[in-house]
């Protein structure tokens, strides 16, 4: 089955989200692809899917939260247990503290592999790209895929 969602199908989804009102905790889900899926890869070079979640955070782009505790950016780690899908000479696969938002891609182009079962690992981070801690943890959100 191809399931694919491009960047532009994502946005009329990503409308209904709502920011979060002060005094919530952290949270973030991936909403797709669900755990399981298997996934079509892009047909550029870094092989990108768009990876959309929710957060209770505000996503803006890096700097731009300003006073605001309940406002960051992702990072995302392909295979979080290694380094093998990180962008070369970073620590991360992807980061969307450019642009912010709810979509996030994922390079499945820098793995070594870029078909097979892999797990999309998303953090969430402050303005200064510190994890946003709950209970001393950090708050992320993992799901297993499987890319053709």
Excluded at 22 to 28: E, F, K, Q, R
Excluded at 93 to 115: P, Q, W, Y
Aim: charge should be neutral; proline fraction near 9%.
């Amino acid at each position: 089955m191809d399931i694919r969602l491009p960047l532009a199908l994502a946005l009329p989804a990503l409308l209904a989200i709502s920011p979060a009102r002060a005094g919530d905790l952290p949270s973030l889900t991936v909403s797709w692809p669900k755990d399981g899926t298997e996934v079509i890869l892009g047909d550029d070079p870094e092989r990108a899917i768009g990876v959309v979640v929710k957060s209770s955070f505000a996503l803006k782009p890096a700097g731009q939260c300003g006073t605001d505790l309940q406002c960051g950016h992702l990072h995302l780690k392909i295979d979080p247990q290694g380094d093998s899908c990180n962008i070369p000479g970073r620590p991360y696969n992807s980061m969307n503290s450019d642009l912010g938002g709810e979509v996030i891609k994922a390079r499945f182009g820098h793995c070594g592999t870029a078909t097979g079962p892999h797990v999309i690992g998303i953090l969430l981070a402050d303005d200064q790209h510190r994890p946003v801690l709950v209970d001393g943890k950090p708050v992320t959100a993992l799901v297993r895929v499987v890319t053709r």
